[in-house]
C-alpha cells in the first residue's frame, strides 16, 4: 500500500550513541517532515524538507541531523543521543499531514 | 511565531455527553485542519476548514471556523468509546508545515 514507512518502530539506544531513524514514502511529495511528541509539548517540528539536497530547521533542531538524498527517504539522525531526545517521532508529508506510524524512542 | 491554543488540555466524560475542543489563534488563519490521534497511534488528518464562518460535519463531528477566522472548534455529539484519544488544530505556518495546538485529550467512560 502507498504511504509512509518508518524504522524502526521501536528503539532503546544508551546516552551518547548515533541513532538513524528512517522514513520512506511511496509518494513523490516534495515536501517532508519531522516531528516529535512528547507529553505537555504536542507535536513539534524538528526538520523538514522542501524537496531532494533542501532541508531547514524547525521547532526544536538541536541535536539532529537530516539529509534528504533521494525525494522519497528523510532520515533522521541523532548525532549523540541523550536522555532528552526520549520521544515518539513522527515523519510526515503534506497535503492533508499524512503521518508515518512513528518511531518511539528510548535514550537511557 | 504562530501560535494555537487549544483548550481544555483534558476532558472526561460519559458516554452518550457531548464533548467541545476550541482552538484559538492570536493571528487570522488561512485555514485551519483538525486530526485525531488515537492512544499509541499517530495522527490522523479529519477535516480543513478554509472560509470564515465554515461548518462542516461528519456523522457526530461537528466543526467549525469563526467569523474572524481566528478561532474554530471540534464538537463531539453523544460521545462513544471509539471516540477516545487526543483532538489536535493545526495550522500552516510559512512553507507547509503544520503548527500544532498542544491537543485535548478525550477520556469517555462506559
Known amino acids: 500500500d502507498a504511504g509512509i514507512t518508518q524504522s524502526p518502530r521501536y528503539k532503546i539506544t544508551e546516552t551518547g550513541r548515533q541513532v538513524t531513524l528512517m522514513c520512506h514514502q511511496t509518494?513523490?511529495?516534495?515536501?517532508m517532515f519531522w516531528y516529535r511528541q512528547d507529553l505537555g509539548h504536542g507535536l513539534r517540528l524538528i526538520y523538514y524538507s522542501a524537496a531532494a539536497d533542501i532541508t531547514d530547521k524547525g521547532e526544536v533542531p538541536d541535536g539532529y541531523v537530516v539529509s534528504r538524498s533521494k525525494t522519497e527517504n528523510f532520515p533522521l539522525t541523532l548525532e549523540s543521543a541523550t536522555r532528552s531526545q526520549t520521544s515518539v517521532y513522527f515523519c510526515?508529508?503534506?497535503?492533508?499531514?499524512?503521518f508515518g506510524p512513528g518511531t518511539r524512542l528510548t535514550v537511557t | 511565531g504562530q501560535q494555537v491554543m487549544q483548550i481544555p488540555q483534558y476532558q472526561h466524560v460519559q458516554e452518550g455527553e457531548d464533548f467541545t475542543t476550541y482552538c484559538n489563534s492570536s493571528t487570522t488563519l488561512s485555514n485551519i485542519q483538525w486530526y485525531k490521534q488515537r492512544p499509541g497511534g499517530h495522527p490522523v488528518f479529519l477535516i480543513q476548514?478554509?472560509?470564515?464562518?465554515e461548518v462542516k460535519k461528519q456523522k457526530r463531528l461537528t466543526f467549525q471556523f469563526g467569523e474572524a477566522k481566528k478561532n474554530s472548534s471540534l464538537h463531539i455529539t453523544a460521545t462513544q468509546t471509539t471516540d477516545v484519544g487526543t483532538y489536535f488544530c493545526?495550522?500552516?505556518?510559512?512553507?507547509?508545515?503544520?503548527?500544532f495546538g498542544k491537543g485535548t485529550r478525550l477520556s469517555v467512560i462506559a
Open positions: 476548514l478554509v472560509k470564515s464562518g
Open positions: 509518494w513523490s511529495h516534495s515536501y
Open positions: 493545526a495550522e500552516p505556518s510559512g512553507n507547509t508545515p503544520l503548527v
Open positions: 510526515a508529508t503534506p497535503y492533508e499531514q499524512y
